[in-house]
Each structure stands twice: as C-alpha cells, then as structure tokens.
C-alpha cells in the first residue's frame, strides 16, 4: 500500500506526540510520590534553649533497643534531636517511653512526613491524602456554649429596649438581666401603658417571648423552657452548618461533621498532618461588626474599646452591621500593595449599610474583631478588638472593604472565616484525638488485593481479545491509572476514601468501554473492505463523537454533583470528572498514538483478523 | 436480509417487548419494597448511640470487630484510636440495642479485656438535612440537564428512553437494598451514584447506534433499526459491562464483609444497566412513536430549496 501522508499532517502528529509525552510524564512524576509511605517522626527539643542538645543518638539507640523498638534514622544538631521510626504502631509507646525519659528537660513533638527523595520534594510532589476510612485522621469535639448565646441574645434585647426608650422618651428606672433566659424591665408607676406600647414594639421583632406584669411598677419578658430548647437547637444547627462550611473553606472534603449529645460537635478532619493550623480556623469564633461612634458618651449601652495606639474610643452599642450580614469575603491588595479584605454584604446588609453611610458621610466607622476563647478557669471570655477605624469617604453600597489589616495571612484568615459565616454561639475545643482508618488495615489491604485481582482480569482478558490492540488499550488502561492518581496528589482537595474507589472502579470500567468502542468501529470498518491505516483513522474518528456524547453526560453528572453535594458525594464527583478527563486523554489520544506505533511494524495482522493488505 | 437474519430480528424485538414489560414489573416490585419496607439507613443518616471506652491492651481492629459483633445483637460502627487502646462504638438508636456504657462490663468478662468506660452519649447524624434536600435537587438537575443535553444531541425521545433506563436502574437498586433490609449507608450512595454514570453511558452508546442507523438506511423500519443497532453494540455492552462486572465481584469475593454492601449495590446496578441499555432504552422511544425516516425529513425540512 502506498501510504502517501501528507507532510502537515505528518508534523501534527509529531507535535501531538510530544505533547502527549510531556503530559504523561508530569502525571508519572505527580503520582510517583505515592510509591513511598508516610514515615512518623518524633522530635526532642532541649526545654531550656540556654544549653546546647546534650542527649546522644546512641543513648537513645540504647534505650529503645533495650524496650526493642527498632528506628530508621537519629539525627541530631545542635538544637534539636529527629527520631524517625520505623513503624507507625510504635509511635504512641516510643513517646510514653521518652517522655518519662527525657520528659523533664525536653519536649517532645511528632511530624508525618512522606519518605519520598528530596528532589520529588522539591518539585512539589505529594501523595494522595487518604479518607477517614482508609487512614484515620483528627478528632476533634467542640462545646458548643449555647446558654452564653442565650444570654447574648438577650442582651442585645435589652440594649434595644432601652434605646427605644429614649427614642420615645419614655424613662425606665432599670433593664436587668436575672437569669440567662429573661429581662427584668423596671419603671415608675403610672408609666405601665406607655410601656405596654413600648413592649408591643419589641414583641413584634422577638414574638418568641413572654411578657408576664409583676405589677404596675414591673414587666418581665422571658423566653419559655420550649423556647430555651427551640434556640440552643437552632443555635446548634447554625453551628454546625458554620463548621461544614468552614472545613469546606479548608479544602477539606471528606471529613464527618455529627452534633454529639446536647452541646457538642463532633468533627473528624482525614489526613490533617498539621492539627493546630485546623484548629485555630475551627476553634475561631471570630465576628465581625462595624460600630458608630458614639455621639453622646453617657447613652445606654456604650461600648469602651481601646485601638492598637491606644486611643479610647466610645461606641453605640448596637452595632451598624454584624458578621452575618456578609455573604462573601476575599482577601487583596490596595494599589500600593497593602493587604485587606473585600466584603460583599447581602440584601439586608447592603440596605443597612447603604442608608448609614448616606447619613454619616465624614463621619467614623470603626471595624470590630471579636473573638470568644476560654481562660484558666473554664469561663468563656469575648476579647475585642479594634481593626481599624476609617472615615466614610462616600455612601458606601453592598461591596467595601477593609483595610488596614497587619499582615496578608491574617488578611486571608479573616476573609476565610467570614466566609464560612460567624459563629453565634462560642466554641471550645474540648477533646482532641487522632484516630486510626475506620476499615482497619486488613480490610484496606483485602480491598486492594480485590481492585487488582479485578483489574488483572480485565487486562487478561483484552489482551486474549484484541490481541495487539489489547496490548494498547492495556498500557492506555495503565496510564489511565497513572494519570488518575497524579492528578489526584496534585488537587489539595482530592481526598481518596472508599466512594472514591467506586469512582475509580467505575473510571476503568470506561476507559475500557472507550477502549471497546474504537477497537470495534475499527472491526467494523476492516469488515467493509477498507484498508488497515484508514479503518483505524475512520474507527477513532467516528468513536469519538460516541465517546464524547457518553462522557459529556456522565461529566455532567459529575459537575452537578460536586457543586452541590457534600462531603462524601463531593469526593467521589471529583474523582468521576478527573477519571472521565483522564480516560478520554488515555484512550483516545494515547491509545491512538500507540496504534500508529504499533500498525507501522505490523500492518497485516490486527485485531485478530488476517486481513490481506490490498 | 437472509432468512436467519429476520427470525433473529423478530426473536430479538419479542425478547425486548418481554424484557421491557418484565422491567416494568421489576420496577413495581421494586417501588412497592421501597414504600412498604422502606430503605434501613444506616448509622451515617440515623446517628445513634456512640460508647467510648479503653482497653489496657491494644487489640487491632480486625479483633476487637470480632468481639463485638459476637455480644452485639446489632451492626454497629467501630472506631480506634491511640494504637488500638481507645475505641468508639455507634449504635443505632432503638429498643435491641445495648446504651450507655453498662454493657461494657458484660463485653468485658466475655472478652476477658480489661475495659474502662468513657463517655457513652448520643449522636446526631453524619448527613444534614441539608445533603439529603441537596442531594435530590442535585438528582433532579442532573436528570434534567442531561435530558436536554440528549434532546440537543439526539431526539427527545432517545433521551427520554436513557433516563427511563437510569430510573429503572436505580430503583431496582434501591429495591433490592428495601427488599434484602441491606443497611443503606454512605459509601452505597456513592456507588448508586456511580450507578448513575454507568447506565447512562450504556443506553447512550445505543441511542448513539440507532441514530447512526437511522440517518444511513432510512427506508429500513424503526424495528429492524433497533435491533441492528443493539445487535452492533452487543459485544461492546457485554465486553465493557463484563469487565467492570468482573472487578466488582473480585471485590465482593475477596475484599471482605465491609466492602460487601458497596460491590452488592455496584453490582446490581450494572447488571441491571446492561439489561436496561438492551431492553429499555431503544424500547421506549419505539413505543413512543420514533419513525425511521426522521432524519431524512429534519434534512429536507432544513433543506428546502426553491
């Protein structure tokens, strides 16, 4: 046959080859990390930072050969001692161990690391996080302190009444709290009607509470026991919403979310090598509100706080806009590089804030950090703080921003948590544990047994079937793989678990299925009478559009599940869209490479059919 | 067209009509397990009741599941922590299982484990309301993006036939799960999902077939269109279906009680999406009217020359 390529065409391919090369050599070298495990190392650091590291590797050599724990490596330098172990399991006992040790002098701290080589290190090259079930993680368990958000609430309540007061001239002798789930409301008599009216206000905004008279000198609002029980649930539910989005702003996709009991939450963040930096972002109760200066300094409820200079400032006590009025938050730049936060409010935010900087043009705002955290003696304590105070430049709408903020990384915290919405209630952490695989490592070792007995079958049985063409779509098949799990390490949130291993059962399943519907048209266009280079142009030509049409759908599926589901579901749609990119890459476009390969050297025999090459 | 060739065209549309039929009882048996027993949720919809506790020594987890599924009468989930000395168990929360923590002292003369006792207490469920509202409204969107993707594509009722196809496939699957009271967890969420992609990619192959057909030999009736067409596409299905097959039943075989419920629902539902792609997709739209010479007349519609 006089195979006569045209000379672009010829080009294209070869650029096309490349390509495909370059590309499947980024993906090898993503997944190649996966190939070494995670190695725990524990870390000694001399307490008293004065004295130069005096324990010896082979005093500690000594010590754990005699409890017969064997370890990788010791290293020391002059500040600290690195212990890498051997097996995972020893871990907690090699601690126990040192800490009665050496417990006085040093601290003790533990890191994973991956044992790759420096250089995949250096190129930024990491494993596949693993899911709960497959590798354990972070517990964590939250107090929820729904009575202090009770007792918010009604403070707030208060300071609303009173205000409404003066607004109406109407004097009260006394607005007191006496317990967490009621006010006391205190005026001279024959003022009873007037504050009846007054009530008939607050009642409309807050129907939830009862007003019961003491006398004509006394009116107690109060919220029911129900209406106690209806607000911490819904205080919880608000709570717990917060923390899923909040894990979600971590990029964190696979992590259980539970309410454990009345007051706590319970959260298991998977592979979480750095608690502490989860902790902060989960643990922060951070709001924010933007306060007007107080015109009169003796008006009811102001707040006195101190700025970063040290200046007193006196504010209203209701604020303009609080945290929850945000809808998003992200942090930037100004034009001369300085880091702040962009706000976008929403519909009822954006009103407030529009008809008060309408008024207050040339007038201060001052932004307000609070956050909740709990001292020596268990107490939860509300510590504010002053961002900034900056003078309103122009009637301010729904989108602004805040400036003045010390550093980008705090910048990009802030717009995190503001994103992920405040928190209503404060939140403690009060247990924090790492947990082992949900599966247990038999389980884990069984399933992939299982996955490779499966795909060895399949593999088997496409090379018995398609003979040469078997052989590409096996090594199609392979890189698929590869390629799946090098895009896998290179996502921060691709988590693997055991619906992830779904998506990829279902992946092979396809890129099989892509496999099968080229090789057939291949069949079938041979079966008409055309020749071997053009049956294989025309067979991957016109597969293509099936193949196409098939995965779009599927794609789309994927695409609506991830955007809208959570946690699990979210998981496995990542995978599904990764696998269905990943096979359509590998079995049309590296499978067809292959096959051009492979035809040059054997044109005669393909697909198992002898076909006489006119 | 030989002789051979049209008895096995004719066996081929009666075992369709049949199998479409029999689909549509499968799918009423199905509905009424669904609404008669229900779905058994699992701990992950449910919450229940989680008891902590510690043991002196460290036990692997292989171990302590043992233990435990032999003293508890229900399934439960197992959770270790600090090298196998602290666990905690989730129960589900009705009248046959064991609360609090007071039966740790009997598990712990059974097992001959010393065990002290943390905190026993309730939990909420793993999955918001907010998922299983998300979730539906992400089913129906999907089905209705990929309905009028197909529409666009092919031919409303092509597209009409794959989703029936899909729905036939996941309510058989959720049958089985209400008839055989398998706990309905998570994981098997995600493999109905899976489900989802698969059959959808199956009847698409076909519909793609019969529109290839349609618009090559128009003079041809609709019947004998779908049948080649499924005829063509035959040793792709069985090909594609028989190796994924092939790898969830090694994963049913080999990897154990805690992947069973998983490779169950997988399982299930591709075999029942490869019967569904042969006897339901390219059966509907016959039903629904579909004409062989529709191509041809969109053609001479849009071409109409003067």
């Given at each position: 046959m006089m195979n006569s390529p045209t000379s672009p065409h010829v080009k294209n391919a070869k650029w096309q080859n490349i390509v495909i090369i370059f590309i499947l050599l980024f993906m090898c070298i993503s997944a190649l990390p996966n190939l070494y495990s995670d190695k725990v190392k524990l870390h000694l650091v001399e307490n008293n930072h004065t004295q130069i590291n005096t324990v010896s590797p082979q005093d500690i050599n000594a010590l754990l050969a005699q409890h017969k724990f064997s370890v990788d490596e010791i290293k020391t330098s002059n500040i600290s001692t690195e212990i890498t172990l051997?097996?995972?399991?020893d871990q907690n006992a090699i601690e126990r161990l040192l800490r009665q040790t050496y417990g006085n002098d040093y601290s003790i701290g533990s890191t994973i690391e991956n044992s790759s080589p420096d250089w995949l290190k250096s190129l930024g090259g990491e494993p596949i996080k693993l899911g709960l079930d497959l590798s354990g993680g972070v517990l964590f368990v939250l107090n929820v302190d729904t009575e202090h958000a009770l007792s918010d609430r009604l403070k707030s309540i208060a300071l609303e009444i009173r205000t409404l007061a003066i607004e109406k001239r109407i004097r009260l002798s006394k607005v007191s709290q006496?317990?967490?789930?009621s006010i006391e409301i205190n005026f001279s008599p024959g003022k009873l009607d007037e504050v009846k009216l007054l009530l008939a206000n607050i009642k409309k905004s807050y129907p939830e509470l009862i007003k019961t008279e003491q006398d004509n000198t006394q009116v107690i609002l109060s919220y029911s026991t129900q209406e106690q029980a209806k607000f911490r649930q819904e205080t919880m539910k608000q709570t717990l919403k917060t923390m899923r989005g909040r894990i979600e702003e971590l990029g964190i996709t696979e992590a259980v979310t539970q309410k454990q009991g009345k007051n706590n939450i319970r959260i298991e963040l998977p592979g979480v090598h750095d608690p502490e930096e989860a902790k902060r972002i989960i643990g922060a109760t951070a709001s924010l509100d933007f306060y007007q200066l107080a015109e009169n300094l003796r008006d009811a409820g102001v707040i006195h706080l101190r700025d970063d200079n040290g200046r007193k400032l006196v504010m209203n006590?209701?604020?303009?806009?609080?945290?929850?009025?945000?809808k998003n938050a992200r942090a930037g730049q100004d034009e001369m590089g300085s880091p702040l936060v962009n706000l976008t409010l929403d519909s009822v935010g954006g009103k407030k804030m529009s008809s008060f900087s309408k008024k207050n043009i040339g007038k201060p705002m001052v932004t307000v950090f609070s956050e909740f955290y709990r001292n020596a003696n268990d107490e939860v304590i509300k510590k504010s703080k002053v961002i900034n105070v900056a003078t309103i430049q122009q009637h301010l709408g729904s989108q602004f921003s805040i400036t003045n903020m010390s550093s980008s990384k705090d910048a990009q915290e802030l717009a995190l948590l503001l994103r992920a919405g405040s928190l209503t209630a404060p939140v403690t952490i009060v247990k924090q544990r790492s947990i082992e695989a949900t599966l247990g490592v038999d389980n884990i070792d069984n399933g992939i047994k299982a996955l490779t007995i499966g795909i060895t079958i399949t593999l088997i049985f496409m090379a018995l079937w398609y003979r040469t063409l078997g052989l590409i779509a096996n090594i199609a098949l392979a890189l698929n793989l590869v390629s799946l799990l090098g895009l896998m390490s290179l996502l921060p949130g691709a988590v693997l678990t055991l619906p992830g291993i779904a998506g990829l059962v279902l992946t092979v399943g396809m890129a099989v299925d892509t496999n099968v519907l080229i090789f057939e048209r291949i069949k079938e266009e041979l079966k008409r009478g055309k020749r071997v280079i053009s049956s294989i142009e025309s067979g991957y030509k016109s597969a293509f559009s099936t193949i196409l049409d098939a995965n779009i759908t599927t794609m789309i599926t994927g695409i609506i599940l991830y955007s809208i589901g959570y946690g699990p579901v979210k998981g496995f749609a990542l995978i599904l869209c990764l696998g269905i990119l990943t096979s359509m890459f590998t079995g049309v476009f590296v499978s067809k490479a292959l096959t051009n390969l492979a035809v040059r050297d054997n044109k005669a025999q393909i697909l198992s059919i002898k076909v006489g090459d006119k | 067209m030989s002789y051979l060739e049209i008895e096995q065209s004719e066996f081929l549309t009666k075992f369709r009509l049949i199998s479409f039929y029999l689909a549509v009882v499968f799918v009423l048996i199905s509905l009424i397990g669904i609404f008669s027993n229900g779905i058994n949720l699992g701990l992950d919809f449910t919450g229940g009741y989680l008891t902590e506790f510690t043991t002196q020594q460290s036990v692997t987890q292989g171990k302590m599941e043992a233990l435990l599924a032999s003293y508890l009468p229900e399934s439960f989930k197992l959770t270790s922590a600090e090298n196998g000395t602290y666990w905690s168990v989730q129960q589900a929360d009705n009248s046959i299982s064991f609360k609090g923590n007071t039966w740790l002292t009997g598990f712990s003369q059974l097992s001959g484990l010393t065990i002290t006792p943390q905190d026993a207490i309730y939990i909420g469920s793993q999955v918001g309301e907010e998922l299983i509202n998300q979730g539906g409204l992400a089913l129906l969107t999907s089905i209705i993006v990929i309905l009028l993707y197909l529409s666009f594509r092919f031919e409303w009722r092509l597209a009409t036939g794959s989703v029936v196809a899909l729905f036939h496939d996941v309510v058989i699957v959720l049958g089985v799960f209400a008839w055989f009271d398998i706990p309905f967890d998570l994981t098997i969420l995600a493999s109905l999902l899976a489900i989802i992609g698969y059959s959808l990619n199956d009847s698409i192959i076909v519909g793609d077939k019969v529109r290839d057909l349609m618009k090559r030999n128009s003079e041809k009736d609709i019947d004998s269109i779908i049948n080649s067409a499924i005829k063509a596409t035959i040793v792709r299905t069985l090909i594609t279906s028989g190796t994924t097959l092939a790898t969830i039943l090694s994963i049913w075989l080999f990897?154990?009680?805690?992947l069973a419920g998983f490779s169950i629902a997988l399982f299930c539902g591709v075999f029942v999406g490869t019967f569904s792609s042969i006897a339901i997709s390219a059966t509907v739209p016959q039903l629904m009217?579909?004409?062989?010479d529709l191509y041809v007349k969109r053609e001479q519609e849009v071409c109409q020359l003067p």
């Open positions: 051997n097996n995972k399991t006496p317990d967490n789930h006590g209701q604020a303009v806009l609080s945290g929850s009025n945000i | 990897a154990g009680e805690s009217g579909l004409s062989a």
